[in-house]
């Protein structure tokens, strides 16, 4: 860990400093009163020391993380540790005598016992600054039994994949020049890991070159953020002043995924290159609102209100637009009759008033529609030449940035690779790095704040590991973390920026599936990857992800609609937006039609049947399908979005629609891991498992079934928004409606055998 808050440590809070962390630039993190302090010897990090500030006492004091120990003085190698070896058994002997050469002075301070010898000023100088510390090589003989590890470019020695090696071969003995850096320190162990950093990819890739992306920089993000706020608030004022509706929840999130699909822009975030102008998605949602926006209703005076506020906001519009008098008849005609209505009939159902209210919406919604239609195109519009606009800025704000870093963008060279197959690996930036900015970072409790020029940006400690260990095992650029803090700000900023600011906003964008779930699809379909995750909400090291300028520091490989794996086993939990859906489809049939090699994917789809998406019906038509299953709703769970910083008890949240599951497979993975019934019916038990072995706010069904017939109506809750595009119907049941029975089997391939149809 770079950091760790020891509050409980002589009864004070404190900042340590451990050399895997260090801050980009800087003296360690202490009172700008207080004297810089050097760090400790390898040797005494390695055994769990770290050097801490006691503001109280305005002096260093050494703490260890394996004993909680604290001493004032200097730590000496070999002293015993009072709570496994309170006698000093097993400690080393303090020599009375003085090492050769070192004369009185030597033995003097040999006698001083443990823990009270002075560093002599030529040890402190030897030691470095506050910002460097040295890893002492150590060979490592790599023996039949070590893990192999997944091949790059960058590995050295790496060789290249070979599709006739099985997977469980064991690893052929490195040469004998071959070394590896000493382990770090161990860092903050969280009690609950929703993570395996261990497994290793099964991802084949064809080798690439670095990406052309200009590096993150906290100054960038910043602004970044500050426009795209800003952009947020146009979009309300617009909605507000043009159409008088609250933008649709989630509709601006969902807006950036959908223009990212097809955008060719060059920011991460911002859309600024997309064809068609006007975005579907935002168009849609905008006028689903129209003339009010309709919410769920449970009891029979609020569908009358809802009944009577909608017919009287067709009336409105269509008298203040400019409509034919053909709408204008027609719309005026139903008012009347249900106005009439609503006074006669007091004592019709909910049942009743929902009826006329579909009845009302069939009858004037073409109009209501017609009289909007140019202006909601305008907001659809004004808000993409808005965001062309700030990436213009931002683009030339960072390219300022780096030409007074003195870094070429326009004359990078690309380095050559080879045309040959690899073991997946995390995308790289063919662009140098400024040097960082200082980032701020101290604990409160068992959070991490990370704080640029009063920006600040919270993460759970343990989350904060899981980064640290990510950031050590794919960034190639940086092997003394000094850039490390100012990255996970950046990165945690980038995220915190698209979610929003609204109360749980944006958090199913990021929703993931259990983590019993994880790992049953590890241990029975051989999953390593996830096309759809993050930094923050990963369970495997590499996954694909949003935004490759950051992410890539982090372990991802990119997007995934840019990512083409060869063979491998997948996990895909999409964000859900239908356009993005869609294209993740076209991409797993096209990559499905070129490989020979074993590839499978495992879809995680909202059961949206009213009505259907196109993905799902796609993906029931493929010819790919092995096997499909339906979970139902409420009977299964998600991690939360915010799973980053939320508490314990939130994090797993019911699903209140049902997630259909769909096995994607080519010939060669069909055969490797075939959905048989007995790995299915090993995947719904870890279903059953996740709500009993991890709490949850509100416990979920101990039993959770599935159906291959039992299609649900409605949103899925795990990787994107609960409502589907935020289309509020009269009224949307989550109970669950029977419908014809699918075959799950292969619609267009019968020449190999099909997984069972239920279970």
Known sequence: MTSENHGTVKGESAVVMSP?????????????????????????IQAGWSKCWS????????FNRFTNQS?????????????????GLNAAPVSGEAPAGAGAAGAGDANMGNGQRKRRPSEEAALGGPNSFKRPKVDIPVTPTTPTIPISPSTPGAKPWNSSSSEDKPAQPATPTTTAPAPAPAPYRPSVVYWDLDIQTNAVIRERAPADLLPPHPEIEMQRAQLTTKLRQHYHELCSQREGIEPPRESFNRWLLERKVGDKGVDPLLPSEC????????????MNDIPIRLSRIKY?????????????????????????????????????????WLRKDLSASKEDYMDRLEHLRKQCGPHVTAVAKDSVEGICTKIYHISAEYVRRIRQAHLNLLKDCNIT?????????????VYCYPIRLNISSPAQPRVELHFENDVACLRFKGEMVKVSRSYFSKLELLYRYSCIDDPRFEKFLSRVWCLIKRYQVMFGSGVNEGTGLQGALPVPVFEALHKQFGVTFECFASPLNCYFKQFCSAFPDIDGFFGSRGPFLSFSPASGSFEANPPFCEELMDAMVTHFEDLLERSSEPLSFIIFVPEWRDPPTPALTRMEASRFRRHQMTVPAFEHEYRSGSQHICKKEEMYYKAIHGTAVIFLQNAAGFAKWEPTA????ELLTAYRVSGRTLASPGAPSSSSSTSSSTPTSGG?????????????????SASLDTAGSQDSGSPGEKTTPDAAASV
Do not use: C
């Open 20 to 44: 895997t962390g260090s801050s980009a630039q800087g003296p360690p993190l202490i009172p700008s009163t207080s004297k810089p302090t050097q760090e400790l010897p390898d040797e005494l």
């Open 55 to 62: 503001k109280r006492e305005n002096r260093p004091y050494y």
């Open 71 to 87: 001493l004032w003085e200097v730590p000496v190698l070999g002293q015993h540790d009072v709570i496994s070896d309170p006698l």
């Open 275 to 286: 064809d068609p102008i006007i975005s579907p998605s935002m168009f849609r949602e905008i």
């Open 300 to 340: 029979k005076e609020e569908a009358r209100k809802l009944l009577f506020k909608y017919a009287e906001a067709a009336k409105k519009m269509i008298d203040s637009r400019n409509a034919t008098p053909d709408s204008r008849k027609v719309v005026k005609w139903n008012v009347e009759d249900t106005m009439n």
């Open 409 to 421: 963008v326009d004359g990078a060279e690309t380095p050559d690779v080879q045309d040959r197959l």
């Open 678 to 681: 007995e790995r299915i019916q």
């Open 716 to 732: 899925g809750g795990g990787g994107g928004a609960g409502d589907k595009d935020s289309k509020a119907a009269p009224e949307r």
